[in-house]
Structures are given as C-alpha cells and as structure tokens.
C-alpha cells in the first residue's frame, strides 16, 4: 500500500500561481509512476501530468503545457506541481496519484490522495 497526501491548493486569482505538493508514505519502493488529475465541478476527471518515479519523459495534458512543472524528490518521497498563468478553467479538485505497474503515465492509477482544491478567480 501506498499512502499520498496532498496539499498546497487555495484561491488564487488569474494568471496567479499555486505549488502543489504531495508526499507519499508506506510501499514507496514499489512506485513506477506518479501523477497529477483533476476534476472540476460537473465535468470528468482529467490527466493532467505524469512523470515516472526512476526518472525519465514527463506527460503533459495540452491544456497545461507550458503553464504547469511537474518535479519530484526521491529522497523525501514527494512530487509537486507548479502551476503559474492560472486561469478560471483550471479550477478544479486536483488529486496527486501514484500507480506501482508499468503503464502509460495517463493510464489508470491505482493510489489517490484526498484532493486539494484550487480556485481561480477571473
């Protein structure tokens, strides 16, 4: 089992930025890949980034390429999310994941943390 929990989310207003943070604990080990998805009020959850624990290509959604950076530290067991040029669309719950199975890095996870809100202000 792997726990995460997840934080850093708030009220911002446009073209603000937030830094999400999770820190995972328990199988840590076992971890293949990590992941941000969010999901706003009335609509489906949606990736949004993935990026493998050992290292190497990170995915981004096209809707927050160039806006969003995914980082991780192996050491402490936690990966962020800096989101800079907000905007209202990107209000949403925003859920840190994480998956012990080889697989695409918007493919299905398996471990989810509680969610953090983040709200953008036009």
């Known amino acids: 089992q792997v726990q995460l929990v997840d934080s850093g989310g708030g009220l911002v207003q446009a073209g603000g930025s937030l830094r999400l943070s999770c820190a995972a604990s328990?199988?840590?080990?076992?971890?293949?890949?990590m992941g941000w998805f969010r999901q706003a009020p009335g609509k489906e959850r949606e990736f949004v980034v993935g990026?493998?624990?050992?290292?190497?290509?990170?995915l981004y959604a096209d809707s927050v390429k160039g806006r969003f950076t995914i980082s991780k530290d192996n050491a402490k067991n936690t990966v962020n999310l800096q989101m800079n040029s907000l905007k209202p669309e990107d209000t949403a719950v925003y859920y840190c994941?994480?998956?012990?199975?080889?697989?695409?890095?918007?493919?299905?996870?398996?471990?989810w943390g509680q969610g953090t809100q983040v709200t953008v202000s036009s």
């Open positions: 990026i493998p624990w050992s290292g190497g290509r990170t």
């Open positions: 994941t994480a998956d012990p199975r080889y697989g695409g890095l918007s493919d299905e996870y398996i471990y």
């Open positions: 328990g199988r840590t080990f076992s971890i293949y890949r």
